[in-house]
Antibody, heavy 121, light 107 residues
Framework: QITLKESGPTLVKPTQTLTLTCTFS??????????VGWIRQPPGKALEWLAL???????RLSPSLASRLTISKDTSKNQVVLTMTHMDPVDTATYYC?????????????WGQGTLVTVSS | DIQMTQSPSSLSASVGDRVTITCRAS??????LNWYQQKPGKPPKLLIH???SLQSGVPSRFSGSGSGTDFTLTISSLQPEDFATYYC?????????FGQGTKLEIK
């Protein structure tokens, strides 16, 4: 059974850095073709893809946020970490961790429950 | 970035109805189009990948079609559990953009 779980602060202040951790089980980021990524959803709004890291440590970042985003993995811990700098109230959203299951197929078959991050002073 | 536009934004329908949701890409994406269903307070669920391929466990009343820039998700006979918001997503090139969503409501 594949599970992903997001963890991190629920409240951050403007200008602070957000660090979110995705801890997953049921698959390995050592497996060729596999990727783990992040998608967010502001309250009542649409989904926005943020970042993806692959089994070979290749990375893809949303160009509109690339200057603020870092994604990394710790394969031994089955974790992926997303950092986002210079947080702003518009970054208030539910942040989801997702799995990309296959090489070259950038759809997301498993999702965490999401974690709501509020940006407010 | 490839822009994804869904229509309609919202839709009212009855149990048993046949429903079609459209997704248009701002440039050709071959068949790299996926559909997700999201219910309130829950994460999205993958329904269909690569335009046609039904994800394991998804009922056969869901189907997808299209190619290039124009795609559709069809629900052949709406069931009560199908009332939700539906999103398309292109997986042709990064950033892997989503449509704005179509909210399917009970008439």
């Amino acid at each position: 059974q594949i599970t992903l779980k997001e963890s991190g602060p629920t409240l951050v202040k403007p200008t602070q850095t957000l660090t979110l951790t995705c801890t997953f089980s049921g698959f390995s980021l050592d497996t060729g073709g596999v990727g783990v990524g992040w998608i967010r959803q502001p309250p009542g709004k649409a989904l926005e893809w943020l970042a993806l890291i692959f089994w070979d440590d290749d990375k893809r970042l949303s160009p509109s946020l690339a200057s603020r985003l870092t994604i990394s993995k710790d394969t031994s811990k089955n974790q992926v970490v997303l950092t986002m700098t210079h947080m702003d109230p518009v970054d208030t959203a539910t942040y989801y961790c997702v799995r990309r299951p296959l090489r070259g197929q950038n759809w997301f078959d498993s999702w965490g429950q999401g974690t709501l991050v509020t940006v407010s002073s | 970035d490839i822009q994804m536009t869904q229509s309609p934004s919202s839709l009212s329908a009855s149990v048993g109805d046949r429903v079609t949701i459209t997704c248009r890409a701002s440039q050709g994406i071959s068949n790299y189009l996926n559909w997700y269903q999201q219910k309130p307070g829950k994460p999205p669920k993958l329904l269909i990948h690569n335009t046609f391929s039904l994800q394991s466990g998804v009922p056969s009343r869901f189907s997808g079609s299209g190619s290039g820039t124009d795609f559709t998700l069809t629900i052949s006979s709406l069931q009560p559990e199908d009332f939700a918001t539906y999103y398309c997503q292109q997986s042709y090139s990064s950033p892997y953009t989503f449509g704005q969503g179509t909210k399917l409501e009970i008439k």
